[in-house]
């Protein structure tokens, strides 16, 4: 990877707006310092955007990574039916938990009684559905951070080309950014940098389908 591009995780911990900072070496000297280097010229870019999870964001044409997309729609089909079987349990849950509390309110079943129904039918069906949710859970976080890892090297390598083309000396991260610049659409890249990966990528898939 270039030097010249910082890694979007990477947080740093100063930026003065585009330039560096200078001060008079004396009160008593009206004579102003010499610049001993370019201020350098400082890029943001909004990595959340490219790989976002907004409904709104990933019907628009350039929002997001085209590739993300792709990918976030293919696992929330396959999350589907496991989700509507999460769904089917909760609710079957629901009704058992108001079938007890309707038999306890009016008194005609023993505490025995309620205790037995609940151990046979409603704990049964409360350990299905912390067991689902949680293996559910956890399995769409480990397929979203495997699509992350498969896009990192992908996303930098279109900040690099960017950076090149445009002549900046660095790209960091929006969030890492506590300055103007942070929501100045003129250093913002995020935009260039989705046309790059999205040229990539539909490269990919034409090769892809040759092939097939």
Excluded: C
Aim: aromatic content about 6%.
């Amino acid at each position: 990877m270039n030097k010249r591009v910082l890694s979007y995780t990477m947080l740093i911990s100063s930026v003065s707006l585009l330039g560096l900072s200078f001060s008079a070496a004396s009160a008593k000297d009206s004579k102003p310092m010499a610049l001993t280097a370019a201020a350098p010229k400082i890029a943001v870019i909004d990595v959340r955007r490219i790989m976002s999870q907004d409904t709104q964001l990933l019907k628009e044409e350039s929002a997001v990574s085209h590739e993300w997309r792709d990918q976030f729609e293919k696992l929330q089909e396959t999350l589907k039916p496991i989700n509507e079987e999460i769904q089917k349990l909760q609710k079957e849950y629901q009704e058992k938990m108001k079938e007890l509390e309707s038999l306890q309110k009016s008194g005609v079943s023993s505490n025995e009684a309620l205790q037995k129904k609940y151990q046979e039918e409603v704990a049964p069906l409360e350990y299905r559905l912390q067991t689902q949710s949680q293996q559910t859970q956890q399995f769409a976080t480990n397929e979203l951070m495997r699509i992350q890892q498969i896009l990192a090297p992908k996303v930098e390598k279109a900040i690099e080309t960017v950076t090149k083309a445009q002549g900046w000396d660095l790209v960091i991260s929006r969030d890492a950014v506590v300055s103007p610049i942070s929501t100045d659409s003129r250093f913002n890249v995020t935009s260039h940098v989705l046309y790059e990966l999205n040229e990539a990528y539909a490269k990919e898939k034409a090769a892809a389908d040759k092939k097939a």
